[in-house]
């Protein structure tokens, strides 16, 4: 999701987005989030057999929270539906939708750091793992067809969401140029139709809802909203955390409800926290955290995108601790510094130049443009 802010920290533009310091700051936890729920079981043994002394409540409360990576997903998930769908809305309205950047944007925004990712995933899993690479499978992530025509990458569960967001992308794109373009965009619904028999077509209605939250910016008692989904959050992960059971409060599973809609009740409640988030006195309210949260916003792809294969790998050097001492949380803190380090190198030598490919690639294809029109001599 591209950041809607300039580098002074104002807003770039007005008319057509909103005031993102709430969201940069949802988007870059929700990846430290998901790091933080597999760096934890990789430096702790479960919580259940850790020594008795050290299975108090301040404890399952770090394990409890540091197991929520599905739900921070989900809120990537809501986000993505607000800016990128949220976005198609708005030029389709005003008659600026133009596929041809909608592509370029959406291309460069997602493979530029998931080639790459998938390539260091396969070398770490070769030369550090011992494990061999299946071409055909590290091909298909690299273009968001696992869990379609191939599983993701066993040394990279997490992009197993940039399927959905490819699919996502062309859906949207497609419903947008439906009357202008009827047969290519019923060729490309048509086998998002497909795509969506096979993975959880739920989710693409979570990413619509939260694209039409774009339409209820300026709707009275936000407040009261926000409430409502925050409740409908809560509720949500409850149901789902649930669902999961726990050794501690030694419970099984529970399914008050289906994991489908505990997974729909966020995403609905994420969504109505969106007007309330983008309103003029919030933004005000965090504008201390604009710049820090606007640095968290812009590397947390690349975070997402490479800390469990660099996790995966430092098993080699640090082992699974069976307490918690001192030395183990020392031990945490270095894994979780050296995936940051790593994901801000990954930033810098891929996701920061996206951009500057964008602006190529729109130069290439107008200047191809122009040419074709061209009666050679």
């Known amino acids: 999701m591209d950041t809607a802010t300039t580098r002074s920290g104002t807003i770039a533009n007005q008319s057509e987005r909103p005031p993102l310091i709430a969201l940069d700051l949802a988007r870059g ?56 769908g949220g976005r198609i809305i708005r030029r389709a309205k005003s008659g600026t939708f133009s ?42 992530n690299m273009v968001g067809l696992n869990g379609v025509l191939a599983p993701t990458l066993d040394a990279n569960p997490p992009p197993w969401s940039l399927s959905y967001e490819i699919w996502f992308y062309i859906a949207g794109g497609a419903c947008c140029v439906l009357t202008r373009r009827p047969l290519g965009a019923v060729v490309a619904l048509a086998a998002c139709s497909v795509v969506f028999s096979i993975l959880a077509a739920s989710l ?24 409502v989904g925050l409740t409908l959050v809560g509720a949500g992960i409850a149901f789902l955390q649930l669902s999961v059971g726990s050794r501690f409060l030694a419970i099984a599973g529970i399914s008050y409800v289906s994991p489908e809609v505990s997974r729909t009740l966020l995403c609905i409640g994420a969504s109505l926290q969106l007007p309330y988030l983008c309103s003029a006195g919030v933004d005000h309210a965090l504008r201390r955290f604009a710049a820090p949260a606007r640095a968290l916003a812009a590397f947390s792809y690349s975070l997402y995108l490479i800390h469990y294969p660099v996790n995966l790998a430092l098993d080699h ?55 074709s029109y061209l009666i050679p001599l």
């Open 29 to 84: 936890l929700a990846a430290v989030m998901v790091m933080l729920v597999h760096v934890r079981p990789h430096s702790f043994v479960e919580l259940g057999a850790l020594p008795p002394s050290q299975q108090s409540w301040p404890v399952a409360i770090f394990f409890a929270a540091t197991r929520l990576g599905g739900e921070a997903v989900l809120v990537f998930f809501v986000l993505s539906g607000f800016l990128v």
């Open 204 to 227: 693409l209605l979570c990413w619509v809802f939260g694209a039409l939250m774009v339409l209820a910016l300026d709707v009275p008692r936000k407040r009261l909203l926000f409430m």
């Open 99 to 140: 596929l041809k950047d909608y592509g370029i944007d959406r291309c460069s925004r997602i493979l530029l750091p998931l080639i790459p990712a998938c390539l260091l995933t396969a070398l770490i899993d070769r030369f550090v793992l011992g494990e061999g690479i299946d071409l055909p499978v590290l091909a298909a």
């Open 317 to 371: 050097v640090f082992a699974k601790a069976p307490e918690i001492t001192t030395q183990s949380l020392t031990i945490l803190l270095a894994r979780i510094t050296i995936c940051v380090a790593a994901s801000l190198l990954f930033y810098f030598c891929f996701e920061r130049h996206t951009l500057a490919v964008r602006r190529w690639l729109k130069r290439a294809v107008t200047q191809k443009s122009y040419q």
